[in-house]
């Protein structure tokens, strides 16, 4: 399983950017597929996932201006980001949210599989 | 939102000791915790899930447990691998599924 990034790079205050998630070795479609981000030298924020029935969630910090999406024919996940704030910036992680009911538990819920991330600056 | 609280936010220790780290959940979150560990420039790594159960390919040394609202998650027996940055992370009901701020373990 490879789940690769790309679409980061440095942009302005206000501007737009679309990161994409290539994903080989599973099926964006049949499972959830989150965004994760990290700030320099910061921690792990959830940003937002997107569900096997096509519905969505987002952290409050980006909700109204980013937009996960997929395509079920590239086997890729995107996130949109528009009006893009300094406190933005970040590493962006795309991973598989896995989701599986078991009797000894219930239903069981974690992030298993991880992208290497891409780099979004916003700066003027 | 759920917070997560995990403490210390660092702590040095040798190869061979044994550290816990706590997290703490700002409510009942059920066994709904699992901890990634992370070295620098690299992505997290899913170390366990449900509280105590091994991602395949895990080493026993680590475990955790848990004990009302606060989780632990314990090495036992550093390894040179071991020095990273670990994360608790709730994924209780909906999303926020919040993380822990980290706790960054150092060769001392």
């Known amino acids: 399983v490879q789940l690769v990034e790309s679409g980061g790079g440095l942009i302005q205050p206000g501007g737009s950017l679309r990161l994409s998630c290539a994903v080989s070795g599973l099926t964006v479609s049949s499972n959830n597929m989150s965004w994760v981000r990290q700030a320099p030298g910061r921690g792990l924020e959830w940003v937002s996932v997107i569900y096997t029935g096509d519905s969505s969630d987002y952290a409050d910090a980006v909700r109204g201006r980013f937009i996960i999406s997929r395509d079920n024919s590239k086997n890729t996940v995107y996130l949109q980001m528009a009006s893009l704030r300094a406190e933005d910036t970040a590493v962006y992680f795309c991973?598989?949210?896995?989701?599986?009911?078991?009797?000894?538990?219930?239903?069981?819920?974690?992030?298993?599989?991880w992208g290497k991330g891409t780099a979004v600056t916003v700066s003027s | 939102d759920i917070q997560m609280t995990q403490s210390p936010s660092s702590l040095s220790a040798s190869i061979g000791d044994t550290v816990t780290i706590t997290c703490r959940a700002s409510?009942?979150?059920?066994?709904?915790l699992n901890w990634y560990q992370q070295r620098p420039g690299k992505a997290p790594k899913l170390l366990m899930f449900?509280?105590?159960a091994l991602q395949s390919g895990v080493p026993a040394r680590f475990s955790g447990y848990v004990s009302g609202t606060d989780f632990f998650l314990t090495i036992s027996g550093l390894q040179p691998e071991d020095f990273a940055t670990y994360y608790c992370?709730?994924?209780?009901?909906?999303?926020?599924?919040?993380f822990g701020q980290g706790t960054r373990v150092e060769i001392k």
């Open positions: 992370q709730q994924t209780y009901s909906s999303p926020p599924w919040t």
């Open positions: 449900a509280v105590s």
């Open positions: 991973a598989r949210h896995y989701v599986e009911e078991v009797e000894w538990f219930g239903e069981l819920r974690y992030t298993d599989v």
């Open positions: 409510q009942s979150i059920g066994g709904f």
